[in-house]
C-alpha cells in the first residue's frame, strides 16, 4: 500500500510534520485542511472561488450523494469531479458518521446498515462492499472505510463492539477494491479509551492502510482529553503515512492537531460560523453584527488579503447581514477560508523553516478561543437522540 | 437640463431607439436593464459578477437604504458607490413605490410621508427636499422625484390627487437640488386614465427634467392595458430626454417596452425568479426541479455563454435546488441576468442594423411568456393590504 498513499514526509519540526499527497488530480501540501461540500458544493461558493483561495482538495459525502442525487446521476455525469466542476482532489468520506448522527433511524449488524433516509425517511442498506462500489463509482481521490461510530458517554463495552465491527467493515472495504487509482484510509475507532484506540491502531496497521483517520472525537468529550487522545494514537501510527483527523476544524484545534502530528483536518466549522456572522481573526472570532462594526471604514481584518476584505468595510458586511443579504454568507465564508488556508501556509512555513514552536507560542499569544461548549453538548444531544440502537 | 440628461440618440427603428446615457461613471448604452439592488447589493451577487455579466448601471433604493443602513452612514463611507464596492453608474428610486407598498403605515400629506418601517415598525417622515437630499447623499448618478403612487382600482378623483401632489412634489424636488452632478428625472403618474397621463406628462415636461420615469404600471392591470398606456405616455414626451419604464422588467415586456420607445428598464423579477428556480430560455421560462433536467448532462442553455452554462449541467443545478445549497441561487441569478443582459445586446443592434420589427417576430416566434397574473394580483393584494390612507 505504500506506494498507493502517495504520502512523503518533507519534514517535521516539535511534532509537527510537512508532507505531500500525490493525488490524480494535483499534489497536496499538508498540513492540510479540506473545505466540506458534502452534497458536492462548498456551501455558497463556486469551485473557481474554493479554487483561488488556494484549496487543492475537498471533501465530499458519499451518504449525502447516495440519497441526492444519487450515486448512479454523478456516475453518469463522468463522476463527482466533472460533476461539481472540481479539478483538483477530492476526500469522500464513507458516510459513517452521518448514519449515525443524521439518517432518521439507523441500525448496524455485522452484515452492514439498515437506515432511514433524513429527507424522506425511505429505508436503505448499506454494506461495506457498496460503500467501497459508491466511492468507486464517485471517483475521489481518496476514499474512506464504512466505520461504526459511537457516542460520547458509551460504555466500554459498547465501544468495543463498534470498534471491532469498524474492524471487521474495514477489512471487507479493502477486499471490496477494484480501482487502483484511489487511496483507502482506515479508520481508527475506540472512543475515548486509550486501550481501545491502541487495538485498533494496531488492527488496522496490520491491514495496511494508504492513511488513517482518527474518527469518533470531538463529540463531545472534554478538548483536553481529545487532544490527548490525538496523540497516543498518532505515537502508535506508522510515520510515513498521513494522519486524518475527521471533523475538526477551528485555528485553535488545527495549530493543536499539527502539534500532535496530525497532517488532514476538514471541519463544516468555518463555513458553518461563518454564515452565522462569525468571523476569524488573529485574536479569535469576532461577530459582524458588533455595533463597533456599524460604522466601521476598514475592513474587518484590515492586512486580510481575501476578497472580501479587499473589497468590503466592515460596516458594510454588517449592513449585508443585518439586511439578510445572501451576498453576506458568501463574504463570510471567503474571509474565514482564507483565514484557514493562511493559517495553514504559515504553519507549512513554521515547519520548513523549524520555527513551529515558536510560531504556535506566538498563535496563542493573540488568539483568544471561543468557547464550543455549548455547541459540542447540543451536537452531541443531537447525535444520542438520532440513535436508535 | 438637456445638457444635465447626458442623453444621446443614436438610432431609431420601428419606434425603438438605441442612445448613450452619459453618466459620472461612464456610459451607459440605451436600452438598459437595470439590476436591482434595492438594499446596496444585486441579490446573491459581487459587484464584480454584475460587472463581468456586462452591466454597467444597477439600481438602489433610498427607502431601503434610509431605514438600514441609514443615510449618515453610507454618506460617512464616502457615498453609495463605494460602499456597495461598484464603480459603475448606479440609478436610486426615490422609495414613493416602495413608501405605499412596503412599510408598515403610509400616510401622505402635501407636506410628505409618514410612515412606519417594515423592519421594526418605528415612524418616520420623508419630505420631497429630505429625498433629494438623501440621494444627494447617496451620491447616484441618476436620482428620481418622490411620487405618490394610487394602486390598481383606486377612483379617477383618487388616481388625480395622488397625480397632483406628485406634481407638487417634482417642482420641491427640482427646486431642492444642491449638487450639478446628478441626473433627476420626473415620475409620470395618473393610473390608467389616459387623460391623466396626459396632464402628468404636460405638467412634468413643462418643468423639465433631465429624463422621465412611468410609474404606477404593471401593478395589477392587464397586460394589453399597460402597453396602451406606455405607448400613449411615449407619445408626449419629449424625443431627445430618455424615458424609463419602472419595476418592467420579464423578456416579453422589456421586447415590446423596447418596441414602444423606452430605454430604461428595472426589475426584480429576473433575480427573483432566478431563486425559484425558474430560468430564462429563447423559448420561455424553465423550472429547473422538472424531472426532464434530472439527469442532462447538458447545461440548461446549451449555446448560452453565461458562467453557470459554461460551467454546469442542468442536473446539478437541478441538484442545489433540491439539495437547498445556497450556489444554485447564485447561478440561477448569473443566469437569468446573462440572459437579460444577450437580449438587451440583441436588442441594441437589431436596432441599429435597422432590424428591430424582424427581431421582435423572430422574438416571439418561439418565446412562450409565463402567465404572471397569479403573482400580479397576489401583489396588488399586498399593496392594498399595507396601505392605509
Redesign the interface.
Known amino acids: 500500500m505504500t506506494e498507493q498513499s502517495g504520502f512523503r514526509l518533507l519534514k517535521t519540526c516539535a511534532g509537527a510534520r510537512v508532507g505531500e499527497l500525490a493525488t490524480p488530480h494535483g499534489p497536496v501540501a499538508t498540513p492540510v485542511f479540506l473545505p466540506v461540500g458534502s452534497?458536492?458544493?462548498v456551501?455558497?461558493?463556486?469551485?473557481e472561488e474554493v479554487k483561488d483561495i488556494g484549496f487543492k482538495m475537498v471533501l465530499a459525502n458519499t451518504y449525502?450523494l447516495y440519497l441526492?442525487?444519487g450515486i448512479e446521476?454523478v456516475a453518469?455525469?463522468s463522476g463527482l469531479h466533472k460533476?461539481?466542476?472540481w479539478d483538483g482532489a477530492i476526500l469522500t468520506d464513507s458516510g459513517g458518521y452521518q448514519l449515525f448522527s443524521l439518517a432518521a433511524l439507523c441500525r448496524a449488524s455485522d452484515e452492514g446498515v439498515v437506515f432511514r433516509s433524513h429527507i424522506d425517511g425511505s429505508e436503505h442498506f448499506l454494506t461495506p462492499e457498496l460503500v467501497v462500489q459508491y466511492q468507486e463509482a464517485l471517483g475521489a481521490d481518496i476514499i474512506m472505510v464504512l466505520d461504526e461510530c459511537s457516542a460520547y458517554g458509551d460504555s466500554l463495552e459498547r465501544v468495543r463492539e463498534a470498534m471491532l465491527r469498524t474492524h471487521r467493515w474495514a477489512e471487507r472495504c479493502k477486499k471490496a477494491l477494484k480501482r487502483g487509482d484511489q487511496a483507502l484510509y482506515g479508520i481508527v475507532q475506540g472512543g475515548v479509551f486509550p486501550e481501545l484506540r491502541r487495538q485498533s491502531v494496531e488492527y488496522l496497521t496490520s491491514l495496511g492502510f494508504a492513511g488513517y483517520a482518527i474518527g469518533g472525537l470531538s463529540v463531545g468529550e472534554p478538548k483536553t482529553q481529545t487532544l490527548a487522545l490525538v496523540e497516543e494514537v498518532v505515537a502508535l501510527l506508522p510515520q510515513d503515512k498521513p494522519r486524518y483527523l475527521m471533523g475538526v476544524g477551528s485555528p485553535e484545534d488545527i495549530v493543536e492537531g499539527v502539534a500532535r502530528g496530525i497532517d488532514i483536518f476538514d471541519s463544516a466549522l468555518p463555513t458553518r460560523v461563518a454564515r452565522n456572522g462569525a468571523l476569524f481573526t488573529w485574536q479569535g472570532r469576532r461577530n459582524i453584527r458588533n455595533t463597533a462594526f456599524?460604522?466601521m471604514?476598514q475592513p474587518l481584518v484590515p492586512d486580510c488579503r481575501c476578497?472580501t476584505c479587499r473589497?468590503?468595510?466592515a460596516?458594510?458586511l454588517?449592513?449585508?447581514f443585518?439586511?439578510e443579504?445572501?451576498?453576506a454568507?458568501?463574504?463570510a465564508t471567503i474571509h474565514n477560508l482564507y483565514f484557514i488556508h493562511t493559517l495553514m501556509d504559515r504553519i507549512r512555513n513554521a515547519v520548513l523553516d523549524g520555527t513551529f514552536n515558536a510560531f504556535r507560542d506566538n498563535f496563542w499569544a493573540s488568539y483568544q478561543p471561543t468557547d464550543e461548549g455549548a455547541r459540542v453538548s447540543q451536537k452531541q444531544k443531537w447525535l444520542r437522540s438520532r440513535r436508535q440502537l
Open positions: 452534497q458536492g458544493a456551501k455558497t461558493l463556486t469551485p449525502h441526492r442525487p446521476v453518469k455525469m460533476f461539481m466542476g456599524s460604522q471604514d476578497y473589497t468590503f468595510s460596516a458594510y454588517q449592513h449585508l443585518k439586511s443579504e445572501l451576498l454568507l458568501r463574504l
